[in-house]
């Protein structure tokens, strides 16, 4: 996590720096600095975030046209104005900012320690600064040769920008496991965690790749590996505007990405699903078709909220396909020894791409000879890259932290894919088949129905927002929507809140249920619909509070809830796609009404990219 932006050209840096790192903070947000080349290196540094570094500095001189700027998620040392970010070295003349963990910090330290350096932050960035200057010093070298010295003994993960005093128009950067991009414009360069602090100087952008360290000056930019060789850059064109990352009008970036899913979900439809020709082009599918025909199982590896949508997959294609499916936590996967043969298909899903746990899990069965297919919203992203083949997502950029465009329109690639596999391996009848393109089809405009309706679901949080627990309930294809829906009500409003299959309530969690008990039902029209519905009468039965989603129509279930959110008919392989919406609106409302920075909620960042 941590957001990293840079700048060397003719520009002034500082607000280009800002900027940049507003649009970052969704990295994280515990604390906020910048260095200035400005007759020396200046660092202003500060615990919280962007707009509070902002509010200090009024008034400095902050003329510059190098810089850099951080926005931290804190690992090493706790949220502070002497851990953030930039770090400057003993003599005062290096200046580091750092995304990242360096592993074997404390073995760094101690050689330091030893050496008479004192240290003032808790932090590894620190530590490996004052390393790279002990090398500089001691060799009496460039800092570009003592970075790529430090670096051959550093375990973990990093992307690190540097400026140096003696050499006031070069940022230093390398990268290894932590994303960075380097925009090139006219006589300036620009870098970033990702494109956003670019976007309306450059659409020409590097994505630097792991072991590569780059000398950054405002009209030359030299990409090397760590063996000192020249590595041609390669300019690739963004394909990303202004307005996509900003608010458009919303309070918050997760209103308005709950608000874009019909036409995030079309464009991730668009130009591969042809309902009346019955077809599905996915190239980087396709292309693996064999493959997955006589695969022996598929196994899915992700975190969080792609997890869920990899569970939601792991129904769909079971039923589809008849073919295995393993979903599996990626931070397990990784450090387990997963039985996985030459030829297992790996399904990575990743909104962000950058997710370490996913990417090395990704790297752990690659050695082992599967073939992996990235499921990834971000284009160009260390996943996507890492992946043999696989379809992007199409949701554009996702700003709040909660996710919910990337994943309904993961859950509508790993549809199209299950439909692809199902087809090749003639496993669905031509009518199931076509029926549910069509059904696919549909979905768009049925979230459109949804949203419609979003003030009511507005009502019901004011009515909930004080509980102090939730429980989500649902089975069969609605049951990993029950995990999404408390995972999103637990990093919105922190609210406890937990999500079961509906028949294991009877196996324990039934047990905290009493009249203050808030009970989600996904109860969609589905071939469960009747024993959800026996769940229903047993949690009334014990006076709980039964609110459910349910399809239009559906009187029975509406006469057993105090409250209901409405879906339209359609049909259970597509139902999660739709049935989550209102869950997502729901926790968005409470998370409002308790007064939560529901696109910064405490303690969390966008992108995970340490372990
Ligand atoms: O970028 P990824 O999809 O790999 O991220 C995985 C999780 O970190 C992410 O889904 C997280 O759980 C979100 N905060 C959920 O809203």
Same mark, same amino acid.
């Given at each position: 996590?941590?957001?990293?932006?840079?700048?060397?050209?003719?520009?002034?840096?500082?607000?280009?720096?800002?900027?940049?790192?507003?649009?970052?903070?969704?990295?994280?947000?515990?604390?906020?600095?910048?260095?200035?080349?400005?007759?020396?290196?200046?660092?202003?540094?500060?615990?919280?975030?962007?707009?509070?570094?902002?509010?200090?500095?009024?008034?400095?001189?902050?003329?510059?046209?190098?810089?850099?700027?951080?926005?931290?998620?804190?690992?090493?040392?706790?949220? !502070? =104005?002497?851990?953030?970010?930039?770090?400057?070295?003993?003599?005062?003349?290096?200046?580091?900012?750092?995304?990242?963990?360096?592993?074997?910090?404390?073995?760094?330290?101690?050689?330091?320690?030893?050496?008479?350096?004192?240290?003032?932050?808790?932090? =590894?960035?620190?530590?490996?600064?004052?390393?790279?200057?002990?090398?500089?010093?001691?060799?009496?070298?460039?800092?570009?040769?003592?970075?790529?010295?430090?670096?051959?003994?550093?375990?973990?993960?990093?992307?690190?920008?540097?400026?140096?005093?003696?050499?006031?128009?070069?940022? %230093?950067?390398?990268?290894?496991?932590?994303?960075?991009?380097?925009?090139?414009?006219?006589?300036?360069?620009?870098?970033?965690?990702?494109? !956003?602090?670019?976007?309306?100087?450059?659409?020409?952008?590097?994505?630097?790749?792991?072991?590569?360290?780059?000398?950054?000056?405002? =009209?030359?930019?030299?990409?090397?590996?760590?063996?000192?060789?020249?590595?041609?850059?390669?300019?690739?064109?963004?394909?990303?505007?202004?307005?996509?990352?900003?608010?458009?009008?919303?309070?918050?970036?997760?209103?308005?990405?709950?608000?874009?899913?019909?036409?995030?979900?079309?464009?991730?439809?668009?130009?591969?699903?042809?309902?009346?020709?019955?077809?599905?082009?996915?190239?980087?599918?396709?292309?693996?078709? *064999?493959?997955?025909?006589?695969?022996?199982?598929?196994?899915?590896?992700?975190?969080?909220?792609?997890?869920?949508?990899?569970?939601?997959?792991?129904?769909?294609?079971?039923?589809?396909?008849?073919?295995?499916?393993? /979903?599996?936590?990626?931070?397990?996967?990784?450090?387990?020894?997963?039985?996985?043969?030459?030829?297992?298909?790996?399904?990575?899903? !990743?909104?962000?791409?950058?997710?370490?746990?996913?990417?090395?899990?990704?790297?752990?069965?690659?050695?082992?000879?599967?073939?992996?297919?990235? /499921?990834?919203?971000?284009?160009?992203?260390?996943?996507?890259?890492? !992946?043999?083949?696989?379809?992007?997502?199409?949701?554009?950029?996702?700003?709040?932290?909660?996710?919910?465009?990337?994943?309904?329109?993961?859950?509508?690639?790993?549809?199209?894919?299950?439909?692809?596999?199902?087809?090749?391996?003639?496993?669905?009848?031509?009518?199931?088949?076509?029926?549910?393109?069509?059904?696919? *089809?549909? /979905?768009?405009?049925?979230?459109?129905?949804?949203?419609?309706?979003?003030?009511?679901?507005?009502?019901?949080?004011?009515?909930?927002?004080?509980?102090?627990?939730?429980?989500?309930?649902?089975?069969?294809? *609605?049951?990993?929507?029950?995990?999404?829906?408390?995972?999103?009500?637990?990093?919105?409003?922190?609210?406890?809140?937990?999500?079961?299959?509906?028949?294991?309530?009877?196996?324990?969690?039934?047990?905290?249920?009493?009249?203050?008990?808030?009970?989600?039902? %996904?109860?969609?029209?589905?071939?469960?619909?009747?024993?959800?519905?026996?769940?229903?009468?047993?949690?009334?039965?014990?006076?709980?509070?039964?609110?459910? /989603?349910?399809?239009?129509?559906?009187?029975?279930?509406?006469?057993?809830?105090?409250?209901?959110?409405?879906?339209?008919?359609?049909?259970?392989?597509?139902?999660?796609?739709?049935?989550?919406?209102?869950?997502?609106?729901?926790?968005?409302?409470?998370?409002?009404?308790?007064?939560?920075?529901?696109?910064?909620?405490?303690?969390?960042?966008?992108?995970?990219?340490?372990?």
């Amino acid at each position: 996590m941590c957001g990293i932006v840079g700048y060397t050209g003719p520009r002034e840096a500082y607000p280009i720096i800002i900027k940049g790192l507003k649009r970052l903070e969704y990295r994280g947000y515990d604390s906020t600095g910048v260095a200035l080349q400005n007759g020396g290196i200046k660092v202003y540094k500060k615990k919280g975030k962007v707009a509070e570094l902002e509010d200090t500095i009024v008034g400095k001189n902050l003329h510059a046209n190098v810089g850099i700027g951080h926005t931290r998620w804190a690992t090493h040392g706790e949220p !502070s =104005d002497r851990n953030a970010h930039p770090h400057q070295s003993a003599s005062g003349k290096l200046a580091m900012i750092h995304n990242g963990i360096i592993e074997n910090y404390s073995q760094l330290k101690n050689e330091l320690l030893k050496k008479g350096y004192t240290f003032k932050s808790d932090t =590894d960035t620190e530590v490996l600064l004052n390393f790279i200057e002990e090398i500089k010093t001691n060799n009496n070298c460039s800092l570009e040769e003592a970075v790529r010295v430090a670096l051959k003994r550093v375990t973990g993960a990093y992307v690190i920008l540097l400026l140096d005093a003696e050499e006031p128009e070069t940022i %230093i950067a390398a990268r290894k496991g932590s994303p960075l991009v380097i925009g090139v414009g006219k006589g300036e360069h620009f870098l970033g965690s990702d494109a !956003s602090p670019m976007l309306e100087y450059t659409k020409e952008v590097v994505y630097v790749n792991d072991y590569e360290l780059a000398i950054i000056k405002p =009209d030359e930019l030299i990409l090397k590996n760590l063996g000192n060789e020249k590595i041609t850059p390669y300019i690739q064109k963004l394909d990303l505007e202004l307005a996509a990352i900003e608010k458009g009008g919303y309070e918050h970036f997760m209103l308005k990405e709950i608000f874009e899913q019909p036409q995030t979900i079309y464009d991730c439809l668009r130009g591969r699903l042809d309902a009346e020709a019955g077809t599905i082009t996915m190239s980087g599918i396709e292309q693996y078709a *064999n493959q997955i025909k006589n695969a022996r199982r598929i196994v899915m590896i992700a975190c969080g909220t792609s997890w869920h949508a990899g569970l939601v997959a792991e129904y769909v294609i079971e039923e589809l396909c008849r073919l295995n499916v393993e /979903v599996e936590y990626a931070s397990e996967f990784r450090y387990r020894n997963p039985v996985i043969d030459e030829g297992d298909i790996i399904v990575a899903i !990743s909104q962000s791409g950058e997710t370490a746990d996913t990417l090395v899990a990704i790297e752990t069965a690659k050695s082992k000879g599967a073939i992996i297919l990235g /499921v990834v919203n971000v284009v160009g992203s260390s996943i996507a890259r890492a !992946s043999h083949g696989g379809a992007y997502t199409h949701a554009g950029p996702e700003i709040g932290v909660a996710s919910t465009k990337a994943f309904t329109a993961q859950l509508a690639v790993l549809t199209m894919i299950a439909l692809k596999i199902a087809n090749i391996k003639g496993t669905i009848s031509h009518e199931r088949y076509m029926l549910l393109l069509k059904e696919l *089809n549909e /979905v768009p405009e049925k979230v459109a129905w949804v949203l419609k309706n979003a003030d009511k679901v507005k009502k019901l949080a004011e009515k909930y927002k004080d509980a102090d627990d939730f429980l989500y309930l649902a089975r069969g294809y *609605n049951f990993p929507v029950a995990l999404e829906g408390a995972l999103k009500l637990k990093e919105i409003s922190y609210i406890h809140a937990e999500g079961y299959p509906a028949a294991e309530m009877k196996h324990g969690p039934i047990a905290l249920v009493d009249e203050t008990l808030p009970v989600v039902f %996904i109860a969609t029209k589905d071939a469960y619909h009747e024993k959800v519905v026996s769940n229903m009468q047993e949690i009334k039965a014990r006076k709980g509070k039964v609110i459910s /989603v349910i399809t239009e129509g559906d009187d029975l279930s509406t006469s057993l809830s105090d409250d209901v959110m409405i879906i339209p008919e359609a049909d259970e392989i597509v139902a999660p796609i739709i049935s989550v919406v209102p869950l997502q609106l729901l926790a968005y409302y409470i998370g409002v009404a308790r007064g939560c920075d529901v696109d910064k909620p405490r303690n969390l960042a966008k992108s995970v990219t340490v372990e």
